[in-house]
């Protein structure tokens, strides 16, 4: 394995892993042929070469704030995902090349705009967490908002948080249950908190998520119905990999319930990290997810790795298409649960 030392900083990684596919996938949007096959491979293939193969030591140096890059990718992805749907839906590209272009954007949008969004709704300024909401709403997804950060940091590891997946349970399962039980319990904890602010429940986010997606919706119908098709399709491809972050970062993970019928605190055990490099980079940290539990405030940059950490066997994105498949997937990580349990 190649070690890499002192060759580039932190932020310099994290903008060209997660800008690079940006320019690829709109070439490919654009122009199709190379574009595409180039974007693909980005995204897959040699962001595990790169896992594999070449390991950059730890940096020393700790960085206060990533939010210009988060903003700058940001507005990347309201300019990026028209682009996109403009491609599928026009008459240019041939179908493999759709395939394609579908296949590498709706990764982008649901790996490294979720974690950016991610990023956003958790930071203090507004005009910052309205940035986030908004990349969701765009990909009909603006309940995550407040279901992430109102029920799933507060439940996490526990049967009250619907998108912590269960041990035994199959993506395909976990992935209605969290998507409706998000919804629900998202819209009933922002009311909950309308009325303890005693402010009225048109107050309520759920208004503007909606709203937004009725707007965005509309302006796809606008163009086409074939437009609406690719654009619905894109989302929920989209929606799919944002659920399955949450899948595999806490899979099989529960926090101990004491005599009071209070979880215990929640702790670096109650989540799945990985340390691979390059992934890492792309995620904006999301691989670094105990750090993030434990410090949800704390910007991508100066997430670390606690030492007692659950560590996937294999990088997150890696996990996540294994995921795709229950019996290899819980042959793969029941073994390390139980070990966990036993340590």
Request: aromatic share 10%; hydrophobic share 45%; proline share 6%.
């Amino acid at each position: 394995m190649l070690t890499m030392r002192n060759m580039i900083t932190p932020m310099r990684l994290f903008t060209l892993a997660t800008l690079a596919p940006t320019c690829l996938i709109a070439g490919a949007a654009i122009s199709g042929g190379i574009w595409v096959a180039m974007a693909v491979f980005y995204l897959t293939a040699l962001t595990s070469i790169l896992d594999r193969l070449v390991q950059i030591a730890a940096p020393t140096q700790e960085f206060p704030s990533g939010n210009g890059l988060s903003v700058t990718l940001a507005l990347a992805h309201f300019a990026l995902l028209p682009l996109v749907v403009a491609g599928l839906a026009g008459d240019g590209p041939g179908a493999w090349e759709k395939l394609g272009l579908f296949f590498a954007a709706g990764l982008f949008f649901g790996q490294v705009s979720n974690a950016n969004a991610h990023e956003l709704i958790h930071r203090g300024p507004r005009h910052l967490h309205r940035l986030g909401m908004w990349v969701y709403i765009t990909l009909l997804f603006g309940h995550h908002t407040s279901a992430h950060v109102l029920v799933h940091h507060r439940h996490v590891a526990t049967r009250a948080d619907p998108n912590t997946s269960r041990r035994g349970e199959s993506f395909y399962r976990y992935a209605l249950r969290a998507w409706v039980g998000s919804f629900r319990k998202g819209y009933r904890a922002e009311a909950t908190r309308l009325t303890q602010m005693n402010r009225p429940a048109w107050r309520n986010p759920y208004l503007v998520y909606t709203g937004g997606a009725v707007i965005c919706v509309a302006l796809a119908v606008a163009v086409s119905t074939k437009a609406l098709a690719y654009y619905v399709a894109l989302a929920g491809y989209a929606q799919m990999q944002l659920l399955m972050s949450d899948y595999v970062q806490h899979y099989g993970l529960t926090r101990a319930i004491n005599a009071q019928g209070k979880p215990q605190p929640v702790g670096a055990e109650h989540s799945w990290n990985s340390p691979h490099w390059f992934s890492s980079a792309l995620l904006l940290n999301a691989t670094r997810h105990s750090d993030h539990h434990a410090h949800p405030t704390r910007h991508y940059p100066s997430l670390t790795l606690p030492k007692d950490a659950p560590m996937l066997p294999k990088p997150l994105p890696l996990m996540a298409a294994i995921a795709l498949v229950p019996q290899l997937w819980h042959r793969m990580m029941h073994p390390a649960l139980d070990r966990l349990r036993h340590a």
